[in-house]
């Protein structure tokens, strides 16, 4: 005899009985189970391998992260000796600008002779 039962998730349980001691009971599956089950391994798989994609853009994203930042340590190192430079240069320059005022000033206290006929001025040593 054979028995049919059904449960709530709609999966089928058929047992088959042919001789009592010749046969052990098997049991035969309904096709939505084994599509259930196959339709899991390919939704695992599919996980499985955006996992995978996820981990290696994330590897990808932290190599890029860290090119970027060396590259800006890099031109920051660049711009801080270039600064310094320029901030010797300024001392420079700001000495120079001393010594020129100082030259003015000196050369604006000598009295000048204007020489109409040639028509420049000469100071008078």
């Known amino acids: 005899s054979s028995r049919v039962r059904t449960n709530a998730s709609w999966k089928i349980w058929i047992t088959v ?3 009592p001691a010749a ?22 798989l599919k996980k499985q391998r955006r996992l995978l994609k996820n981990r290696e853009a994330a590897h ?11 590259d800006l340590e890099a031109k920051a190192e660049t711009l801080a000796s270039e600064n310094s430079a320029i901030k010797a240069r300024l001392q420079q320059l700001e000495v120079e600008n001393m010594q020129l005022k100082e ?8 009295p000048t002779v204007v020489a109409p006929a040639l028509g420049y ?3 008078c040593r």
Do not use: D, G
């Not at 049991?27 to 695992?44: A, G, M, N, P, V």
């Open 17 to 19: 009985r042919t001789l």
């Open 23 to 44: 046969r052990p009971k098997r049991r035969l599956r309904c096709s939505r189970k084994r599509s259930q089950r196959q339709s899991r391994t390919k939704k695992e």
């Open 60 to 70: 990808l994203s932290r190599l890029r992260k860290k090119a970027y930042v060396e």
């Open 103 to 110: 030259h003015i000033k000196r050369m604006s206290s000598v």
């Open 121 to 123: 001025t000469a100071a």
